[in-house]
Protein backbone atom coordinates (compact mmCIF):
# COMPACT_ATOMS: atom_id res chain seq x y z
CA UNK A 1 0.00 0.00 0.00
CA UNK A 2 2.59 2.33 0.89
CA UNK A 3 4.51 1.18 -2.05
CA UNK A 4 1.39 1.86 -4.28
CA UNK A 5 1.26 5.92 -2.72
CA UNK A 6 4.55 6.83 -3.08
CA UNK A 7 4.41 5.48 -7.05
CA UNK A 8 1.65 7.68 -7.22
CA UNK A 9 2.91 10.64 -5.76
CA UNK A 10 6.19 10.59 -7.83
CA UNK A 11 4.51 9.96 -10.69
CA UNK A 12 2.42 12.76 -9.97
CA UNK A 13 4.90 15.07 -9.28
CA UNK A 14 6.63 14.05 -12.15
CA UNK A 15 3.57 15.18 -14.42
CA UNK A 16 2.98 17.98 -12.66
CA UNK A 17 7.11 19.11 -13.44
CA UNK A 18 6.31 18.60 -17.19
CA UNK A 19 3.20 20.84 -17.72
CA UNK A 20 4.36 24.07 -19.63
CA UNK A 21 2.58 26.61 -21.03
CA UNK A 22 1.77 27.78 -24.85
CA UNK A 23 -0.58 30.36 -27.16
CA UNK A 24 -2.41 27.77 -29.20
CA UNK A 25 -2.73 30.25 -32.45
CA UNK A 26 -4.55 28.43 -35.14
CA UNK A 27 -5.56 25.61 -36.79
CA UNK A 28 -5.66 25.86 -40.89
CA UNK A 29 -5.41 23.15 -43.64
CA UNK A 30 -4.27 25.30 -46.10
CA UNK A 31 -0.49 25.66 -44.93
CA UNK A 32 0.52 28.55 -46.97
CA UNK A 33 -2.50 30.51 -45.83
CA UNK A 34 -1.17 30.00 -41.98
CA UNK A 35 2.12 31.10 -43.19
CA UNK A 36 1.30 34.33 -44.71
CA UNK A 37 -0.44 35.17 -41.52
CA UNK A 38 2.44 33.94 -39.88
CA UNK A 39 4.49 36.42 -41.53
CA UNK A 40 2.55 39.36 -40.51
CA UNK A 41 4.15 39.09 -37.23
CA UNK A 42 7.39 41.25 -36.31
CA UNK A 43 10.69 39.21 -36.57
CA UNK A 44 10.82 38.66 -33.20
CA UNK A 45 7.56 37.31 -32.29
CA UNK A 46 7.78 34.71 -36.00
CA UNK A 47 10.76 33.03 -33.89
CA UNK A 48 8.06 32.46 -31.19
CA UNK A 49 5.59 30.45 -33.41
CA UNK A 50 5.95 27.22 -34.18
CA UNK A 51 3.51 24.51 -36.55
CA UNK A 52 2.69 20.87 -36.78
CA UNK A 53 0.85 19.02 -39.24
CA UNK A 54 -1.90 16.24 -38.38
CA UNK A 55 -4.08 15.05 -39.73
CA UNK A 56 -5.05 17.62 -42.83
CA UNK A 57 -4.34 20.72 -40.55
CA UNK A 58 -1.21 22.41 -39.65
CA UNK A 59 -1.28 23.87 -35.89
CA UNK A 60 0.61 27.17 -35.28
CA UNK A 61 1.49 27.55 -31.40
CA UNK A 62 3.98 29.67 -29.24
CA UNK A 63 7.31 27.95 -28.15
CA UNK A 64 6.34 26.13 -24.51
CA UNK A 65 7.22 28.02 -21.48
CA UNK A 66 6.77 27.04 -17.92
CA UNK A 67 6.05 31.33 -16.74
CA UNK A 68 2.66 31.32 -18.25
CA UNK A 69 2.91 34.96 -17.26
CA UNK A 70 4.58 35.70 -19.97
CA UNK A 71 2.13 34.43 -22.23
CA UNK A 72 -0.54 36.64 -20.37
CA UNK A 73 1.80 39.76 -21.44
CA UNK A 74 2.21 38.72 -25.06
CA UNK A 75 -1.07 36.98 -25.94
CA UNK A 76 -2.72 40.82 -26.64
CA UNK A 77 0.32 41.02 -29.93
CA UNK A 78 -0.83 37.23 -30.88
CA UNK A 79 -4.08 38.13 -30.94
CA UNK A 80 -3.50 41.25 -33.15
CA UNK A 81 -3.37 38.19 -36.24
CA UNK A 82 -4.83 35.78 -34.62
CA UNK A 83 -7.97 36.88 -32.55
CA UNK A 84 -8.68 33.68 -31.40
CA UNK A 85 -5.20 32.98 -29.30
CA UNK A 86 -5.54 31.55 -26.11
CA UNK A 87 -3.09 29.88 -23.28
CA UNK A 88 -3.10 26.41 -23.10
CA UNK A 89 -1.20 23.83 -20.87
CA UNK A 90 0.76 21.55 -22.61
CA UNK A 91 3.66 18.50 -22.13
CA UNK A 92 5.51 19.51 -25.25
CA UNK A 93 9.09 20.26 -24.49
CA UNK A 94 11.25 22.85 -25.92
CA UNK A 95 13.00 19.99 -28.35
CA UNK A 96 9.62 19.00 -29.51
CA UNK A 97 8.75 21.82 -31.20
CA UNK A 98 8.83 21.75 -34.87
CA UNK A 99 9.16 24.93 -37.20
Known amino acids: MLRTLLTFTVLASATFAANNFTVR ?3 YSNTEKLSKAISAYPPA ?5 KTYK ?8 TVPTNDKTILKKLLPAYRKVFKDAYIIKTRLKKGQCQK
Open 54 to 61: KGRYTYAY
Open 25 to 27: LAA
Open 45 to 49: LQLTV
